[in-house]
């Protein structure tokens, strides 16, 4: 069982920066895959970014690449996204998720089996 807490959200203006936290509970949060998702009112949950349990390899949705990076430190089992340039179509809640098993297609939130209860990311024009 792994327990996801995110926090860090809040309102900024168009072009400032935020920075997602998402602390893990459980021994094993360094074996995880790990992944940041999206939601906006009438839309569905969408990929943001992802991060392999190693560290070693990150990867990005098209709208974010370049503003967004995303980080773990497994020594604190904690994992964070630091979102520079943000825009209002960046307004949503995010949350973060692990992926027990390996996937591939770590922008599918199908194969996360973990979730974390969101945190509000609120973009002003």
């Known amino acids: 069982q792994v327990q996801l807490v995110e926090s860090g959200g809040g309102l900024v203006q168009a072009g400032g920066s935020l920075r997602l936290s998402c602390a893990a509970s459980?021994?094993?949060?360094?074996?995880?895959?790990m992944g940041w998702f999206r939601q906006a009112p009438g839309n569905e949950r969408e990929f943001v970014a992802a991060?392999?349990?190693?560290?070693?390899?990150?990867y990005y949705a098209d709208s974010v690449k370049g503003r967004f990076t995303i980080s773990r430190d497994n020594a604190k089992n904690t994992l964070a996204l630091q979102m520079n340039g943000l825009k209002p179509e960046d307004t949503a809640v995010y949350y973060c998720?692990?992926?027990?098993?390996?996937?591939?297609?770590?922008?599918?939130?199908?194969?996360?089996?973990?979730w974390g209860q969101g945190t509000q990311v609120t973009v002003s024009s």
């Open positions: 998720a692990a992926a027990v098993y390996y996937t591939r297609d770590l922008g599918s939130p199908t194969f996360y089996s973990y």
């Open positions: 459980g021994r094993t949060f360094n074996r995880y895959d």
């Open positions: 991060i392999r349990w190693t560290g070693g390899s990150t």
